[in-house]
């Protein structure tokens, strides 16, 4: 499975950004989805995990209520809305997917990776 991250871009702090995840399968049913970023000079980390029908769902403490993903699996692909944005936000996004995780916070959880997208809050 290929999966191509896209939506990022500069924007100014308390404003908005949609990501995208489209995936190379008609199956994404069957597969959990997370996105995780990477901001600069820091370690990779969780931002928040859906399940496999788009149901559960599952953020970092700093998401919670600022950050709200879901995924269309007739459209086979993940998205993760992002409001009021803050400059500590600002990192390289990365969607990732998988079968067998569920809900998992864990890079080792997700086979499959997207390139990742550049998000940039600045003034």
């Known amino acids: 499975v290929q999966l191509q991250a896209s939506g990022g871009g500069l924007v100014q702090p308390g404003g908005s950004l949609r990501l995208s995840c489209a995936a190379s399968t008609h199956t994404f049913s069957r597969y959990s989805m997370a996105w995780f970023r990477q901001a600069p000079g820091k370690e990779r980390e969780f931002v928040a995990a859906?399940?496999?029908?788009?149901?559960?769902?599952y953020y970092v403490a700093s998401g919670k209520g600022r950050f709200t993903i879901s995924k269309d699996n007739a459209k086979n692909t993940g998205y993760l809305v992002m409001n009021n944005l803050k400059p500590d936000d600002t990192a390289v996004y990365y969607c990732a997917a998988d079968r067998d995780a569920v809900l998992a916070g864990m890079e080792a959880e997700y086979e499959y990776w997207g390139q990742g997208t550049l998000v940039t809050v600045s003034s």
């Open positions: 859906v399940g496999r029908d788009g149901d559960s769902t």
